[in-house]
């Protein structure tokens, strides 16, 4: 079992900066995938951006892709997504899940996830 915690939510104005952190108690293996999804009110959860923790090979969804930087932390199992130029719609809790058993058309899937951290909030307001 893998157990994941987020941190870095909050409150920021519309062009403003937030970053969030998540940190894996552990990697079940060398294709470890750690990925950043999010959900509003009402809505789906959808993938924002995931990282191969080994590769370092990165994906992003399109309406983050050149203001969300994925990537790994300073501490073991750890990555962080850097996010700028935030917009009122970025707005919605924001998931760290991990798997390490995923190919490469599964991870911009929730539903491929075995590991999910409990969320934490991001809104975009004046």
């Known amino acids: 079992q893998v157990q994941l915690g987020e941190s870095g939510g909050g409150l920021v104005q519309p062009g403003g900066s937030l970053r969030l952190s998540c940190a894996a108690s552990k990697r079940t293996s060398n294709n470890f995938v750690m990925g950043w999804f999010r959900q509003a009110p009402g809505k789906e959860r959808d993938f924002v951006a995931a990282i191969k923790y080994s590769s370092r090979h990165t994906y992003y969804a399109d309406s983050v892709k050149g203001r969300f930087t994925i990537s790994r932390g300073s501490a073991e199992n750890t990555v962080d997504l850097q996010m700028n130029s935030l917009k009122p719609e970025d707005t919605a809790v924001y998931y760290c899940?991990?798997?390490?058993?995923?190919?490469?058309?599964?991870?911009?899937?929730?539903?491929?996830?075995?590991?999910w951290g409990q969320g934490t909030q991001v809104t975009v307001s004046s």
């Open positions: 899940a991990a798997d390490g058993t995923l190919i490469q058309s599964s991870i911009r899937r929730p539903e491929q996830y075995d590991y």
